[in-house]
């Protein structure tokens, strides 16, 4: 069983489109985040959730919203999306917010 | 804002030979970690060091962390080609993990 997972792996999309990522862990862990990774590879927290609540925001544009239904989840919805936006976006989760992360496989956004 | 700053950003060695990677970092912290990734995948957790400890072992893996200079090193021994990757340090603190930049590993044959 994988322990986080995202979906879609590969996203290709104009820019303007709206589009979402879904994310899913079965650990158990109450803090869940989003990361962004650009091409030079550096990994900048977006959001991080603790147990549905929204704990942090990185000074993220509107039109990433992220959505926790229950404590599993961690979607990111991201409106008109814009050339900028194209990166690898990583979901984890952790038990607690600074200990052990575990990633998922990423979801690689390209905005055309 | 960026926390740890990990050097060299890449490192070539042969096969057998061992790595020592750096980070630094900014503020205070509740621990440090060090992740790999390899090309294409998500990032894995390799080992933990609590601000309270100086060094820590987990296999080929040795992790050091030093406080009061805000810096830490991850030597891998005897490495292997199956080690070429992207090595993160992190931060732990204030309910968040603070990643850096990253250093590039090629393990030659």
């Known amino acids: 069983d994988t322990a986080v997972s995202q979906t879609p792996k590969y996203l290709v999309t104009q820019m303007g489109n709206d589009k979402s990522i879904k994310c899913e862990q079965n650990l158990g862990h109450d803090t869940m985040y989003w990361y962004k990774q650009d091409s030079k590879k550096f990994l900048k927290i977006m959001f991080s959730?603790?147990?549905?609540?929204?704990?942090i925001n990185e000074t993220v544009p509107n039109r990433f919203s992220p959505k926790s239904p229950d404590k599993a989840h961690l979607n990111l919805h991201i409106n008109s999306l814009e050339l900028g936006d194209s990166a690898v976006y990583f979901c984890?989760?952790?038990?607690?917010?600074?200990?052990?992360?575990?990633f998922g496989q990423g979801t690689r956004l390209t905005v055309v | 804002s960026q926390q740890g700053e990990e050097d060299p950003q890449a490192l070539s060695i042969q096969e057998g030979e061992n790595a020592t990677m750096n980070c630094s970092y900014k503020t205070s912290i509740n621990n440090l970690q060090w992740y790999r990734q390899n090309s294409g995948r998500g990032l894995v957790h390799l080992i933990l060091?609590?601000?309270?400890?100086r060094e820590k072992h987990s296999g080929r893996l040795r992790v050091t962390l030093d406080t009061s200079k805000k810096s830490s090193s991850l030597l891998i021994t005897a490495s292997r080609a199956a080690d070429t990757a992207s090595y993160f340090c992190?931060?732990?603190?204030?309910?968040?993990?603070?990643f850096g930049k990253g250093i590039t590993l090629s393990v030659r044959p």
């Open positions: 959730y603790n147990n549905k609540e929204l704990i």
């Open positions: 060091i609590r601000s309270n400890e």
């Open positions: 992190a931060t732990g603190a204030n309910s968040k993990l603070t």
């Open positions: 984890a989760s952790s038990h607690d917010g600074v200990t052990e992360a575990f």
